[in-house]
């Protein structure tokens, strides 16, 4: 990473800025299934305290609901409907865990039916409710929902690229690059992201093997990760990129750490280098640019309840945050926060994690014992999953930069916004700015 940024360092000091007067880029990191009691976990392992994550400074800071139709208590008219039929804040509050305990919340968690990642996904890239295991698509119209990435492809002043820890065709890639009625027909999805929606560039794992020719076919230049640091590449500004990660490793926690809190893998596919050469390139590309960085490992480690994974994964993503406000502040390249706006948000919360007590800095959960092949017995007490599923509990959204003011005129009366007012803020900054 340190070589690219000091590639970095000399680049675009003296590129025109014709865009002055608006805001040039736009970074939505979206962290699946991230809970705030997740990003307490994070905090207090690393630093003995909560709050101390690096979107924990941003200047612009809310609470988020994420309820989709299935979620609705009663007949859900998108014309004429209850939130608090969608999320009930007299029964589950208007802060989230563990800032707010109840007993009737954590029941009312229990039974009401959750959201699923791209239903809210949906919700923040079009600004419509829609049910669960679609894809922008609205059931009672029968019709596909123009998302943000649509509307900002219309007016062509702007390049997107989308990077994923996951399959490029599901969830965040699904919801703001393309439209179906199911979520699981990746077939299509796939082939509507390459050869319709046609980000600038794409980064992701890809397990349908024939779409790297159909890539190829509508204009893509494939390359493998560990392709990114030869110089030839370089070459490449005039052409749209598929990266193509083989598979994303969390990084792995040590427990009573001194210097390093947090083991990588050793591996060519650091996903960090991923991010900051996909920078580069549209840097180099001298045009404003929309970058989603999807996050999905942590969605993952929750429905598997598997706490040291989870650290892993909000990790990773609370490094890349840091990463990116490190390089826009750097002066190194054209991007600061008078043009620049970095957005870290959660879709949905998974797992239901609570504590019974918080762990100190540097310390792990003692590993679950299996007896007789069968019956596990419970080791630590400190924590504990209710959940393997997602849950509509209220989850975080962060913002710094260019226009972050502008989100503070969704929050509503109890400091509350819902995932449908991501994609009214973020029309705020592509549309009307």
């Known amino acids: ?6 590639i970095l360092f000399f680049v675009y000091i003296f590129s025109p800025c014709i865009y002055a007067d608006k805001t040039k880029y736009v ?29 924990n400074s941003f200047p612009v800071q809310t609470v988020m609901t994420t309820w989709s139709i299935n979620s609705y208590t009663g007949t859900y008219d998108k014309n004429n409907f209850d939130d608090n039929k969608g999320y009930d804040t007299n029964v589950a509050g208007t802060i989230p865990y563990p800032y707010y305990k109840s007993d009737k919340a954590e029941q009312y968690f229990k039974n009401s039916i959750p959201t699923d990642l791209t239903a809210s996904l949906t919700a923040m890239s079009t600004g419509q409710k829609i049910y669960n295991n679609t894809v922008c698509y609205d059931k009672a119209t029968e019709k596909f929902i ?21 399959n490029f065709f599901y969830g965040a890639g699904a919801a703001f690059f393309a439209h179906n009625k199911s979520k699981n027909s990746y077939n299509e999805i796939a082939k509507e992201i390459l050869s319709k929606t046609k980000p600038e560039i794409i980064a992701g794992i890809n397990e349908i093997y024939e779409m790297n020719k159909f890539a190829s076919s509508n204009g893509y230049y494939c390359l493998d990760v560990s392709e990114i640091n030869e110089p030839q590449v370089f070459n490449l500004i005039d ?37 900051l050469y996909s920078i580069k390139m549209l840097l180099e590309k001298k045009k404003p640019f929309f970058t989603l960085i999807e996050f999905t490992n942590i969605d ?26 490190d390089l826009v502040q750097s002066n190194s390249t054209e991007m600061n926060f008078d043009n620049t706006i970095l957005i870290v948000v959660s879709p949905c919360s998974s797992g239901m994690l609570r504590f019974n007590s918080f762990l ?38 962060y913002c710094i930069g260019a226009n972050s003011s502008l989100l503070k005129k969704h929050i509503n009366k109890n400091g509350i916004i819902d995932n449908t007012d991501i994609y009214n803020f973020l029309s705020d900054i592509f549309i009307n700015d």
Request: glycine share 4%.
């Open 239 to 275: 052409k749209k990129l598929f990266i193509k990660l083989r598979k994303y490793y969390v990084p792995q926690p040590i427990e009573y750490f001194t210097s390093e809190s947090f083991e990588y893998q050793s591996s060519d596919e650091n996903f960090s280098d991923v991010v």
């Open 300 to 325: 993952r480690a929750n429905s598997e309840n598997d706490y040291n994974k989870m650290l892993g994964a909000v990790y990773d993503c609370n490094e890349i945050v840091k990463f990116i406000c």
């Open 146 to 166: 123009p998302n943000i990435v649509d509307k900002i492809n219309k007016k062509k002043e702007f390049n997107t690229a989308l990077i994923t820890t996951n």
């Open 27 to 55: 970074f939505l990191v979206v962290a699946d299934g991230m809970s705030v009691s997740n990003e307490i976990a994070l905090s207090n392992f690393l630093y003995g305290r909560d709050k101390m994550l690096s979107w």
């Open 1 to 6: 990473m340190k070589k690219f940024f000091l």
């Open 360 to 397: 100190a800095k540097g310390n792990l959960p003692r590993p679950n014992i299996l007896f007789d092949k069968q019956t596990i017995i419970k080791a630590d007490t400190n924590i504990d999953y209710k959940t393997k599923d997602n849950v509509n509990e209220l989850v975080g959204c």
